[in-house]
């Protein structure tokens, strides 16, 4: 067996489905490096070892039978712990669902497993996926693998982190202001953030509904295709999932992109951006042009009102999605209460971390009596023009590029006392996610310090291929310079 | 700028109680990132419409439409069990969730 930390989710299954291995000895392999790695980096809240091991059975004992492996066969992945799983537990990274027994499985999850995939866990995060450092969690913080002393990003930093340590070949996360990207960056990974509707959002515990997206990692851009196209598609259990065809997107990467248009926004490449990032994604967008793109100087005017537009609408639907953690039915509840008043605020006390209960306070403000109109309402209509933006860019071209992030990862403890630096690690990446399309990062360079540094790639709603095909083209240039 | 009274009437509403110490650092980060948020008034927005989420935007189908794909038969179907769906609870009879009295006698 190769070394597991190379493993790609093309190569295990192809190692499966030629029986080089099994599915079983790949969940002990997992289980073996994760016992010896994971410790010193935090990446795991949840071992599912009994579910892990059933359905490595399952698999090995298809193959035994000569009988057609699904194709995702064997790969073991992880799943950020806001994706919920049948049977085993779920915590959202907060204490308050310290011991919460998902009663159902997520459908990106289900239909993962369907395809094949093992779970071998469940991914630290931010506490509800609020931070952009994973020092939000519950538990503990998550130490980025490239390097001990840096944070991996955040929120989905459990789930970067065990697909850049080898400790998964892939995960899932979950992205609603750059979670899946701005970690993907900062871990030298690929993530990708699908169209808002592509994948069901049924069994992902809601932090911001209008904004949540379940999305990928992989070491590759081939990767997070296969990953995409096995969970994504209409799902009745989530009436926002769209009712559009998916396609091969495997299939796809490797095919010309000659004649792409790619837009540079200005406002992505101002004040604030890092001189090596800034390098990095000059030196990827020259690739591009070699390729064959016509690159195009555009512009996104609303961009710098991007961030105060998503920490209100965000912080909004949080503290209304957040309201259900109460302690009456599931989760934490603080004893001694004497009333039922008493009973919810001991309990949301004791059971939300220093993050959460801001985010719950401004967005409670944003939408109490006599503010509505000048926070909310005004966010609403500021999404309207960051949308305006966004469509006549896409009049003019086929793809936007981008930094991922305006830094390589910062150390931990950095910006963990200023919530307003914080927010500015998303200015990048959370318009995507306003107006719901596609992204994805892609490691483009590493910093003099060997941190990875990654670009992203943002197409038109349900444009998933050409994001795809573009990314690997900035992928297939990097390992050609490294090389 | 947000008050110290502000900072309690939110969070009752939140059902939050807060600490002392937790009141004042709230007042501080909220007043921080209200006065960053401020900028949205650069806008005149008066004749923009206000877009609560992205799914409108785009469909297979147009206008009343668009959604009816999201449709269902309103008949019938089972939902999770009663047991299972107690089985998270802090506290139950075996039939219903248990909190403290909320009416007094």
């Known amino acids: 067996m190769t070394a597991l930390e190379t493993m790609t989710v093309e190569s295990t299954r192809t190692a499966v489905l030629e029986k080089q291995t099994t599915a079983s000895a790949l969940v002990d392999a997992f289980y073996k490096k994760i016992e010896a790695d994971d410790p010193a980096i935090g990446a795991y809240l949840t071992l599912c070892k009994d579910r892990a091991h059933r359905q490595a059975e399952r698999i090995d004992s298809l193959a035994d039978r000569g009988d057609a492996l699904p194709p995702l066969a064997g790969v073991p992945i992880a799943i950020k712990d806001v994706l919920t799983t049948k049977g085993v537990r779920t915590t959202a990274g907060s204490k308050i669902l310290d011991n919460f027994i998902a009663p159902y499985t997520a459908t990106a999850v289900a239909r993962l497993e369907d395809a094949g995939t093992i779970v071998l866990g469940k991914t630290n995060c931010d506490e509800f996926a609020m931070g952009s450092s994973n020092e939000n969690s519950g538990f503990h913080p998550v130490k980025n693998p490239r390097d001990l002393s840096r944070v991996p990003g955040g929120s989905s930093g459990g789930s970067a982190a065990v697909v850049a340590a080898g400790t998964a070949v892939a995960s899932l996360g979950s992205d609603t202001g750059g979670s899946v990207r701005q970690p993907g960056a900062f871990c030298g990974v ?3 953030k699908p169209t808002y509707g592509r994948v069901s959002r049924y069994g992902l515990i809601a932090f911001a509904s209008s904004l949540d997206h379940v999305g990928p990692f992989g070491k590759t851009v081939n990767d997070v295709a296969l990953i995409l196209q096995h969970m994504a598609g209409r799902d009745p259990m989530d ?3 769209a009712d559009l065809p998916i396609s091969d997107y495997a299939s796809h990467i490797g095919e010309p992109i000659t004649g792409l248009r790619i837009g540079i926004p200005k406002e992505y490449f101002g004040e604030g951006l890092d001189p090596e990032v800034r390098a990095a994604v000059e030196t990827g967008i020259q690739e591009l042009a070699k390729a064959g793109c ?3 100087d555009i512009s996104l005017p609303h961009t710098e009102y991007a961030i105060p537009t998503y920490y209100l609408i965000a912080t909004a639907e949080a503290s209304s999605n957040l309201a259900r953690f109460d302690g009456v039915r599931y989760g934490l509840r603080e004893r001694g209460a004497k009333t039922l008043a008493e009973m919810y605020r001991k309990t949301r006390d004791a059971g939300f971390g220093t993050e959460v209960k801001r985010r719950i306070m401004l967005g409670t403000y944003a939408l109490s009596a006599g503010y509505y109109d000048a926070y909310y309402l005004k966010a609403q209509k500021v999404r309207s023009l960051l949308a305006r933006d966004f469509d006549e860019a896409f009049a003019k071209v086929d793809a936007i590029v981008t930094p991922t992030t305006p830094t390589p990862a910062f150390k931990l403890g950095e910006k963990a006392d200023d919530p307003l630096a914080m927010y500015l690690a998303d200015i990048y990446t959370v318009t995507a996610n306003l107006v719901g399309v596609p992204g994805i990062t892609v490691p ?11 670009l992203q790639i943002l197409g038109k709603h349900f444009d998933e291929v050409a994001v795809l095909k573009i990314a690997h083209v900035v992928e297939h240039a990097l390992a050609a310079s490294t090389a | ?8 009437y939110v969070a009752d509403l939140a059902h939050l ?4 110490e937790e009141r004042v650092r709230m007042l501080k980060d909220l007043n921080s990132i209200l006065g960053f948020i401020e900028r949205l008034n650069e806008l005149d927005t008066s004749k923009v419409e206000p877009m609560a989420q992205v799914t409108g935007r785009y469909s297979t189908k147009k206008d009343g439409d668009a959604f009816s794909y999201a449709m269902r038969a309103d008949e019938l179907r089972p939902s999770l069990p009663h047991q299972e769906a107690m089985q998270n609870a802090p506290q139950t009879d075996g039939t219903f969730f248990k909190v403290p009295k909320v009416i007094e006698r």
Do not use: H
Request: charged share 30%.
């Open chain 1, 239 to 241: 009436s926002t999932s």
């Open chain 1, 190 to 192: 690929v993530g990708l």
């Open chain 2, 1 to 8: 700028m947000v008050s110290e009274k502000d900072v309690s």
């Open chain 1, 444 to 454: 483009c360079g590493k910093s003099r310090e060997e941190l990875p540094i990654g």
């Open chain 1, 294 to 296: 016509e690159i195009v």
């Open chain 2, 17 to 20: 109680e807060l600490t002392a």
